[in-house]
């Protein structure tokens, strides 16, 4: 998971993507390398109005467990595609998860250089929204600095493991 330093950096680039193009819900995800196809949701990020209306389903025993079942797929859907992808329910009055209203999903796959981790951002709208290269440009670029944030944390942590003193060799 990423260090608390840098949860707000992270927290106020997806919260800059809900906002501007009004979406209820951002996740960071990363590929477990060592497990296959298995991903980790690292962040959560809900709008206020998402939060107050789905906080049970968001923060409940399936957030809670990373028990979701769209996001992973979505996850692996951008892992073999490399692209990103943008799914609208073909009805506009039709949802396309089965308790929550999402009428339009998005993932953008990111890869840190610096830390050589797959990540992907997933964004959830509970409106009918289209597709546009301006609209994928700003994802790809909050989604990047996000996953910047992330990787910075992750090489801290290494860097603190490296550099902390071994308990077991300490003398007392």
Not at 87 to 115: G, L, R
Not at 147 to 156: M, P
Request: proline share 6%; charged share 20%.
């Amino acid at each position: 998971m990423h260090a608390p330093e840098n949860a707000d950096a992270i927290e106020g680039c997806l919260m800059a993507a809900c906002k501007g193009l009004d979406l209820g819900v951002a996740e960071l995800w990363r590929r477990e390398n060592r497990s296959g196809l298995h991903f980790s949701c690292l962040h959560v990020t809900a709008s206020p109005e998402a939060l107050e209306t789905y906080s049970a389903f968001l923060l409940g025993k399936a957030a809670q467990a990373r028990k979701h079942t769209l996001s992973p797929q979505l996850c692996d859907k951008g892992m073999r595609q490399k692209v990103p992808l943008w799914y609208t329910a073909a009805d506009p009055d039709t949802p396309i998860h089965p308790t929550m209203p999402i009428k339009t999903a998005i993932v953008i796959p990111t890869f840190s250089y610096e830390i050589q981790q797959e990540f992907y951002v997933v964004f959830f709208s509970f409106k009918h929204l289209t597709s546009s290269s301006s609209t994928i440009a700003f994802l790809r670029y909050l989604s990047k600095a996000a996953v910047v944030a992330c990787g910075v944390s992750f090489v801290k942590s290494i860097i603190d493991a490296v550099h902390a003193p071994d308990i077991s060799q300490e003398k007392v």
